[in-house]
């Protein structure tokens, strides 16, 4: 079993979201739960590995973003962490049910889910269908099972004689089916960004497959943020000032929505090109305190340049 966790404990990166109270308060619910299912275990990371052959493994950040969102209820923690397995216990159940399923099944379940690389790098890629769509996305085969998301396994795949790429498209096109709530928001200075909230796990995802052109009338593209699953932001750009106000306030909201998850996607901010590309930008801290935005660089020459010759031509 576990051991007592001492308050004092550095918290490790991956719970960085926690103060050392927070985490030690967290061990220790989890401790208690793995010993009311008499499973042995081990931290490894950010990660619990239960004893067995194959030894279970699972992730732990999600879970404690959970815990914290009740935070002003610490004694449904316990409740938490163990709707939390029981979860994962349905969704063992369900993935070999899943194997046992036909494609004509299965084939409108299909969808495709944003996740960090970090995933691959926990589940392996070589068990994931998968491309990368960006430097710190990849866009992951699922299937969207009755109580659970589970990853579709290369396989599988095989065993329905499809392949990867053609069951990409039909789950990015099973996508645009999914349910999203849609508000549009101005801020001060008039700068309006289009929110998508939900309660689907593919709320992020659903940036696949936006289409600029027809809905929303965007000829330089947008800029888009996908914190977590649950939530995607978008500027179109359309004034040089505008998206300038719009970079600064998505990337302070992108780093918070990111760190509060659960779920969490990116905290970085992409432009979102006219031909459905994500290009990320990336970000460097000063000495200072201050952090730089480093665009990538077609947007400076298909959007800054542009914008600025623009604005300095007469009548303007």
Not at 173 to 199: A, P, Q, Y
Not at 208 to 216: A, E, K, Y
Not at 281 to 299: C, K, L, M, N, Q
């Amino acid at each position: 079993m576990g051991q007592q966790k001492d308050v004092f404990l550095s918290v490790p990166e991956w719970a960085d979201f926690m103060d050392a109270h927070q985490y030690a308060a967290f061990l220790a619910v989890l401790d208690d739960e793995m010993e009311r299912r008499g499973w042995s275990y081990e931290l490894d990371g950010a990660a619990v590995v239960v004893e067995g052959d194959p030894p279970p493994r699972f992730g732990l950040v999600d879970l404690a973003k959970k815990c914290l969102q009740a935070q002003e209820d610490p004694e449904r923690w316990p409740v938490v962490v163990a709707e939390h397995f029981n979860s994962l216990a349905r969704s063992g159940a369900e993935m070999e049910r899943l194997e046992r399923m036909s494609f004509e099944e299965v084939r409108a379940l299909l969808r495709v889910r944003l996740y960090p690389p970090g995933l691959s790098a926990t589940v392996g890629r070589e068990s994931l269908v998968a491309r990368r769509v960006a430097p710190c996305l990849d866009e992951v085969l699922v299937v969207d099972l009755p109580s659970v998301v589970v990853t579709v396994k290369p396989e599988i795949v095989a065993g329905w004689g499809r392949e990867p790429d053609e069951l990409l498209a039909l789950a990015r096109e099973n996508l645009r089916e999914e349910e999203v709530g849609h508000e549009r928001v101005e801020l001060d200075g008039g700068v309006v960004i289009e929110l998508f909230e939900g309660e689907s796990h593919f709320v992020a995802s659903r940036v696949l497959v936006l289409d600029l052109d027809p809905n929303l009338e965007a000829p330089m593209g947008a800029l888009v943020g996908m914190p977590n699953r649950h939530t995607m932001a978008l500027h179109v750009i359309r004034d040089l000032q505008m998206q300038a106000e719009a970079t600064r306030v998505m990337l302070g909201w992108l780093d918070q929505a990111h760190r509060e998850g659960p779920g969490s996607v990116s905290p970085h901010l992409f432009w979102l090109t006219p031909e459905s590309e994500l290009l990320q930008f990336e970000t460097e801290d000063a000495v200072d305190g201050s952090v730089s935005v480093i665009p990538p660089r077609r947007f400076v020459e298909e959007v800054l340049l542009p914008l600025s010759r623009r604005l300095e031509s007469p009548g303007n």
